[in-house]
């Protein structure tokens, strides 16, 4: 079946541009995840949402910054004013329910995003 | 907040030697561990997933131990391939949802 997908996969934006990042889960899953992974390091948790609920976002770097899951499907992230030190793989994962605890999450192929 | 550190940060072996692969996380308060392994330009697939209350978990060549009073997991590979030449991350569950990633290890294996 169909896995996690994202686009765009590769990114390219002006420094003070902003970008939309789009997330596909696999299909029915409860559980949407952000990462944001810079070169060399694993991935850092973004935000957590439990259909269209946003329950988490203290891992969301600054204000400019906003996801959303309108319809509990479909997730995209937002960045405003796009600075150099924003350039990293943003990572999508999913999982089937809420509370994933006993879970692995899916990941999707990442966007890499490079601001100059 | 949970630190997770892998080491070493790269390796290389010559095919057929086993991989040793190392983890350690400062906050033994975990939900579950997992390793991922992750290929350039792909997202992170997970290999093994270890649960708080089990000491280890095995698929086919790869097995991981779990002792989470010290707060380390070791993850080895057998008889290593070219295949797997990757980067290998661990990652803990410390609470309902939230991974915490180490820096990865990345293994080459020379044919």
């Known amino acids: ?116 | 907040k949970q630190e997770v550190t892998q080491i070493p940060a790269a390796l290389s072996v010559p095919e057929g030697e086993n991989l040793v692969l190392n983890c350690s996380f400062t906050d033994s308060a975990i939900y579950n561990l997992q390793w991922f392994r992750q290929d350039p330009g792909k997202g992170l697939t997970s290999l093994l997933l270890i649960q708080s209350s089990q000491r280890e978990q095995t698929s086919g060549r790869l097995n991981a131990s779990l002792d989470k009073s010290s707060g380390r997991s070791t993850l080895y590979i057998a008889a290593s391939q070219p295949g797997d030449s990757a980067t290998y991350l661990c990652a803990v569950l410390s609470n309902d949802y939230k991974l915490s990633f180490g820096a990865g290890t990345t293994v080459t294996v020379r044919a």
């Not at chain 1, 899951?69 to 405003?80: A, C, D, F, N």
């Not at chain 1, 030190?85 to 809420?98: F, H, I, N, Q």
């Open chain 1, 1 to 116: 079946g169909a896995g996690v997908s994202q686009s765009p996969r590769y990114k390219v934006a002006k420094r003070g541009q902003d970008v939309a990042l789009r997330c596909d889960p696999i299909s029915g899953h409860v559980s949407l995840f952000w990462y944001q992974q810079a070169l060399g390091q694993g991935p850092e948790f973004l935000t957590y949402f439990q259909n269209e609920a946003q329950l988490d976002k203290s891992g969301l770097p600054s204000d400019r910054f906003f996801a959303e899951r309108p319809e509990g499907s479909v997730s995209t992230l937002k960045i405003q004013r796009t600075q150099q030190e924003d350039s990293a793989v943003y990572l999508c994962a999913s999982s089937p329910r809420g509370g994933a605890g006993v879970e692995t999450q899916y990941f999707g192929p990442g966007t890499r995003l490079l601001v100059l």
